[in-house]
């Protein structure tokens, strides 16, 4: 294995879109979809975590190589390719599963997440919300929630949401692109 990979764990609203970003980035060697911070017990369902009831978010646990892309880089490209300043709602999608969150993974990840939210303040109008907290159990999305992107460009959700947090992410950071 790779002694350069690193793990990050991000939730920026539907993780269809937030895994569809990073899988266009230089350095990033995986992005799994999943469930984490929630609180119901066992394993979680999409049916559930659509509920709203178990509290947990849709993120992505992206597997990348620090040598190509830096975590800051990963949490810039984060920043910017979702909205961090509206609480449990990206776009039309609302509920808690929704929510911006970043779970760190040590005390590294922490100080640099906490840095990074501080720096792109800035750039918004509205106040970041982006939850920070040390990461839970992350459970694996069930398998029709893997590439989801790739799998069904046609589809209406693609065309209309995805597809403009693909080109902003191209307007941003084209330099990070494969």
Not at 85 to 90: G, I, K, S, V, Y
Not at 101 to 129: C, F, G, N, R, W
């Amino acid at each position: 294995m790779n002694k350069n990979l690193q793990v990050a764990t991000l939730g920026g609203g539907c993780f269809w879109c937030t895994e569809a970003v990073f899988q266009k980035v230089k350095g990033v060697e995986k992005v799994v979809s999943g469930y984490a911070g929630g609180n119901a017990p066992g394993r979680p369902t999409y049916r559930e975590i659509c509920s709203g009831l178990t509290g947990h978010a849709e993120v992505i646990r992206i597997t990348f190589d620090d040598t190509i892309i830096s975590y800051e880089d990963i949490l810039v490209i984060f920043m910017t390719t979702h909205d961090p300043t509206t609480l449990n709602r990206q776009g039309a999608d609302r509920g808690t599963q929704y929510r911006s969150v970043i779970y760190y993974h040590d005390e590294t990840q922490q100080k640099i997440a906490t840095e990074v939210l501080k720096q792109m303040q800035p750039y918004y109008s509205d106040k970041i919300i982006t939850e920070l907290s040390a990461l839970p159990t992350f459970y694996e999305a069930e398998k029709e929630h893997q590439n989801y992107y790739r799998e069904n460009t046609q589809q209406g959700y693609c065309s209309y949401v995805i597809e403009p947090k693909l080109a902003k992410l191209r307007q941003l950071h084209a330099d990070k692109l494969k």
